[in-house]
């Protein structure tokens, strides 16, 4: 039986239930199989990322030198090595970096994990205060915990409650400064055990333990049990997926396709103007893949726009244009643009780009159309035409959305160096709306290029003074995603983008942001 045939018999309902079945049942014994090819992977992941990261360090980028000190301390990429952590940690910290000088700090106060360091009080206060004087909350209750007790510095309840105040008033909690105090406490005293025993090593409070003896043999052959069963399952999920997966596909583009036309039959406004763009982009009836309609695409987004919607007036003034599913006339394609053009309020991105194609239209000879040109602008490595076009795919602006199309012409833009496609592009990998062409085994893996990809587009946006990269760049920082959490490298981008006008930035300041009496 040939792959057609098979796939002809998988319109049966019973022999779809019976592959569904089969895939479970790979999906069940192959799970640990990809779990064995992520731990081997990880190793790798992380020392790429380990000598990236140290490549920027050895140039002398602060955050950078402070995350390579965090790997060597972690193990991240790199074998363990105190006397490297403290090394990096120094360097980030003498460049004033806040985080980099309050770990210095716990390390010389003997509440860091122990690093063949000295125990000096004076010093741990000396790095508390230059963390603090730069707005560190964490430091300045440290600092103020200090001229309490009176620990590297001379002993001043008020002081310390000048500390404790500034600290409080960055949003440090009664429950964040409970918790604090008892990890001081409980990390000093598993430091002093340890050192008590002669231990060379202290272990991570989330270290988990290894196997041993009989235990490690155990999980050794289990791991090889579950590649076993891996190699033989896995070809035939993949077979099994690769036989389901375009009927699926093509059944739930019909399910779609029928849903919108039964609505636009019935006069909903947007489903006649989305399935136009379905047959403009060659979705329909015979599902994914099938040839454009552009008379049937015209027919429908025009009932659309005489209804008073927005981008199917931009659409069909394109449409006519180019004459693409009616008679090319420029005076039908004015009318329906001016109509976009003043409709500001409703559909912003509409009535700008119909602005757009108006101005197009004074300047473009009337033999041509403004979307060729735009292509061929385009082509010929336009950058500003470029994200121009990419916007439009996006958007779906006078064109069918298109996110890989997008994709393309931000990306040819941001390689010569344009601020706006580099920020386009950012935002498209910040926000997970670029398909991963090559990515790991996991969601969590993709979803981490992604975040890599996006802090790397927006940085360079963001260097060029765009205040939306320096916004989004901020957001990435607060969260933590693609790079290590950061509220003070945040605000200082936001404070940035806010200084330039940036309404988000300007907001995300007075929520999260200390900004002084």
Request: hydrophobic content about 40%; proline content about 3%; some cysteine.
């Amino acid at each position: 039986m040939t792959l057609m045939q098979v796939y002809a018999f998988s319109e049966n309902v019973g022999f779809r239930l019976i592959l569904y079945l089969l895939l479970f049942a790979a999906a069940i014994y192959g799970g640990k199989y990809w779990d064995t090819l992520k731990d081997k992977s990880r190793p790798k992941r992380q020392q790429s990322d380990f000598l990236d990261t140290l490549q920027s360090a050895e140039q002398g980028e602060a955050e950078a030198q402070y995350n390579v000190g965090l790997m060597y301390d972690y193990g991240q990429g790199v074998a363990e090595n105190d006397a490297e952590c403290m090394k990096w940690f120094r360097k980030a910290a003498e460049q004033g970096h806040a985080e980099a000088q309050f770990r210095l700090g716990l390390i010389y106060a003997g509440i860091d994990v122990a690093r063949g360091t000295s125990q000096n009080e004076n010093t741990a206060a000396e790095w508390y205060r230059k963390a603090a004087l730069q707005g560190y909350p964490e430091a300045q209750f440290f600092l103020g915990h200090a001229y309490e007790s009176g620990e590297g510095v001379p002993k001043d309840q008020a002081t310390a409650e000048e500390w404790y105040g500034k600290a409080a008033l960055q949003g440090l909690t009664y429950d964040r400064k409970r918790e604090l105090a008892l990890a001081r406490t409980f990390l000093q005293a598993r430091n002093e055990k340890y050192l008590n025993n002669g231990s060379e090593a202290v272990p991570g409070a989330f270290t988990p333990a290894k196997p041993a003896g009989q235990q490690r043999d155990k999980a050794k052959k289990k791991k090889k049990k579950s590649y076993a069963f891996g190699c033989l399952w896995l070809p035939l999920a993949m077979a099994v997926m690769a036989i389901t997966a375009f009927n699926l596909r093509n059944f739930m583009d019909n399910r779609e396709f029928a849903k919108t036309e039964q609505a636009a039959k019935q006069g909903d406004v947007q489903a006649q103007y989305h399935l136009g763009t379905l047959y403009d982009a060659g979705w329909g009836v015979k599902g994914w893949g099938a040839e454009p309609d552009a008379f049937n695409a015209a027919w429908w987004i025009q009932k659309a726009a005489e209804q008073g919607n927005a981008r199917a007036q931009l659409y069909l003034g394109a449409m006519y244009d180019r004459g693409r599913g009616v008679p090319k006339s420029r005076a039908d394609a004015v009318k329906w643009l001016r109509w976009t053009a003043v409709k500001w309020g409703s559909d912003g991105d509409a009535a700008e780009a119909a602005q757009w194609f108006l101005d197009a239209i004074k300047q473009e000879p009337d033999g041509g159309n403004v979307l060729g040109w735009l292509y061929s602008c385009a082509k010929w490595g336009d950058v500003e035409m470029q994200t121009r076009l990419g916007l439009f795919y996006l958007k779906g602006l006078a064109v069918p959305e298109n996110t890989s199309e997008a994709e393309n012409w931000f990306r040819k833009a941001a390689e010569q160096g344009y601020g706006e496609a580099q920020y386009q592009l950012g935002v498209m990998y910040a926000t997970k709306r670029i398909p991963m062409k090559r990515g790991g085994l996991y969601y969590s893996e993709t979803r981490r290029q992604y975040y890599l990809k996006g802090v790397e587009w927006l940085g360079k946006a963001a260097k060029q003074g765009h205040a939306g990269a320096r916004f989004q760049l901020g957001l990435m920082y607060f969260n933590g995603q693609g790079v290590f959490q950061n509220g003070q490298k945040a605000c200082a981008l936001w404070r940035d983008a806010a200084q330039q006008g940036n309404e988000q930035a300007i907001a995300a300041r007075k929520e999260h942001c200390y900004q002084g009496p």
